[in-house]
């Protein structure tokens, strides 16, 4: 049976965190956003229809008068430092999940106050006494068991902790999604959907599941979530323990009483302490960050991680927590004087086989998180339109198969990929594709345009192509015709009887494509974006010529 757990938790936490630092009344509808989605959104803001998970432009037009914050996990850890200060002074262990969410051990702390209940009030009253925030308080066997009873207020008795989970919704594993980044969330966001399509629509039915046959049909990562879903926890119980030379420390001389300062030394002490746990083939995945100030003052906060910690990650978190220790904390809490020693310690290490990295870049995600959190900021700055990523999709035709969307917004293609699509364009594409096709128009050797044929022939070989009826050039070398035709049967459809204009809202569409090679200019102009092009797919449609791509 895995241990009871004591879940402290702060419902909306980061936009709690916002609201304060704006200065916003309780009553005011807020959200926090990141990468244009909803984070967190207050509950005024959930009753105009406000949803996590939403897009900022669908959450403004059902909340017009919403506040907008950028999700920023320092401000939360900092603010969130006093909460979990006034927890330890009640009960010892404290380990920080993320900002808003805490957990205790349960079991010494029930002995001491005479039961789990009289923890939970003592815990209550406490946070509302000394910090003024409301909390919500679980007790389970298992650390997710515990989350989600802490989301329902609830005491789980022992031994009931998968009686407890098996008919809460499937859709509960985000609650284990909120503790990982970047691919791992979204892969658990697959699983869900992936589920629920498959007709396992509890976590009961979910755990009633063989740990192989999940393996083998969802992959490693399921396992995490098939082990919380039965009320155990997300890794095996047998762990390793970190041999004690793992500990990295830095003396600073001077003392340092702001974070910017000591952040370089948290980025040198993360680079340390894992260049040790890759010589040993281990990961962290609890991680203990300990300071002593000038005036002999100890400070040490454990951070629980569902995820073996990158040093990136690692850095971060160090980085969130002093923070938190010098402007987070207040009158007789706070420091008085400067941080002289921070060391790190990992509290509890996995095998190294836990932590999936990039073979070139031990930091993958790391990168992609912070250019996502930059696009938000350009489109706070610009708006959503600002920042679009291309979408690569199906298609004859290569305006149909790339589709900008707003950073941010769901990445659909607009035509499936996995379709056959005969007549598409063969490999390489070009590498220049115009917003427009720019116009252009094809000559013979006599100077006469060339054309197309009724049955998808060229009048003739052409010889010069010139381009926005500017500049000309000579032809190389050409290949094609290849004709498309695209909706033939609209026309029929449309003329036959029952058939209306629904079908034909999308015409038909007869193009012929073909490749010229272009002869090089002895000196391009200066300025001339177009000068080193050596090919052009160009476009026969609507009885004139266009260039759809270029080759470089």
């Given amino acids: 049976m ?59 037009g059902r909340c017009p008068e919403l506040v907008v914050c950028e999700h920023d996990p320092a401000r939360d850890t900092r603010l969130f430092e006093p909460v979990v200060a006034a927890v330890e002074e009640l009960v010892p262990g404290v380990e920080i999940v993320r900002p808003g969410l805490v957990a205790v051990p349960a079991r010494g702390p029930a002995r001491y106050f005479g039961s789990e209940e009289a923890v939970a009030e003592r815990v209550v009253d406490q946070l509302d006494a000394q910090v003024g925030i409301e909390c919500q308080i679980g007790i389970a066997d298992g650390m997710f068991a515990a989350i989600l009873a802490a989301r329902r207020n609830k005491l789980v008795a022992p031994g009931r902790s998968r009686e407890f ?35 396992i629509r509890t976590l009961g039915e979910f755990a009633a599941l063989s740990p192989s046959d999940v393996s083998t049909r969802f992959g490693r990562a399921a396992l995490v979530v098939h082990r919380a879903a039965g009320g155990r926890e997300e890794r095996p119980i047998r762990r390793r323990q970190p041999p004690p030379d793992l500990v990295v420390a830095e003396e600073l001389d001077p003392p340092v009483d702001r974070v910017d300062k000591a952040a370089f030394v948290a980025k040198i002490l993360a680079d340390q302490l894992h260049d040790r746990l890759g010589e040993l083939g281990l990961a962290c995945t609890r991680l203990g960050i300990s300071a002593r100030t000038e005036h002999g003052e100890e400070l040490h906060r454990v951070w629980r991680c569902a ?77 959503p339109e600002a920042v679009l990523t291309g979408v690569l999709g199906g298609g004859r035709d290569l305006r149909d198969q790339v589709r900008f969307v707003p950073w941010g917004d769901e990445r659909r293609p607009e035509l499936p990929a996995d379709r056959p699509w005969p007549g598409r364009l063969p490999s390489p594409s070009p590498s220049v594709v115009p917003d427009s096709p720019w116009p252009a ?112």
Wanted: aromatic share 4%; with cysteine.
């Fill in 2 to 60: 895995p241990p009871r757990r004591l879940i402290i938790w702060c419902p909306d936490w980061p936009v709690v965190a916002a609201a304060r630092v704006a200065e916003l009344g309780p009553l005011v509808p807020a959200a926090v956003f990141a990468a244009n989605r909803v984070v967190a959104c207050s509950e005024t803001a959930r009753g105009s229809g406000v949803r996590r998970g939403m897009r900022r432009r669908e959450a403004q």
């Fill in 165 to 199: 989970l098996a008919p809460l919704s499937i859709e509960e594993i985000d609650q284990l999604a909120d503790q990982l980044a970047g691919q791992r969330a979204a892969q658990q966001a697959e699983l869900v959907d992936l589920l629920r399509r498959l007709g």
């Fill in 307 to 383: 995820e073996p910690l990158t040093p990136a990650a690692t850095a971060d978190r160090v980085r969130w927590q002093l923070d938190g220790w010098l402007h987070g904390r207040s009158g007789r809490q706070r420091p008085t004087a400067g941080v002289s020693v921070l060391s790190l310690r990992p509290e509890e290490v996995v095998g190294a086989g836990g932590l999936q990295l990039d073979l070139l870049n031990a930091a993958t995600g790391e990168a992609d998180a912070r250019a996502g959190r930059a696009f938000a900021r350009v489109q706070g700055m610009l708006g």
């Fill in 441 to 552: 128009a094809v000559f013979d050797g006599e100077g006469r345009p060339v054309g197309v044929t009724e049955r998808h022939r060229l009048t003739a070989v052409p010889c010069r192509v010139e381009v926005a009826g500017g500049r000309s050039r000579a032809v190389s070398g050409w290949a094609g015709p290849w004709p498309v035709t695209e909706r033939w049967w609209v026309e029929l459809l449309a003329g036959g009887a029952g058939h209306t204009a629904p079908a034909a809202q999308v015409p038909p569409r007869e193009a012929v494509r073909v490749q010229v090679a272009l002869e090089p200019e002895p000196e391009p102009a200066d300025g001339d974006a177009d000068a080193g092009e050596v090919a052009l797919l160009l476009v026969h449609e609507g009885a004139s010529w266009w260039v759809q791509g270029a080759y470089r």
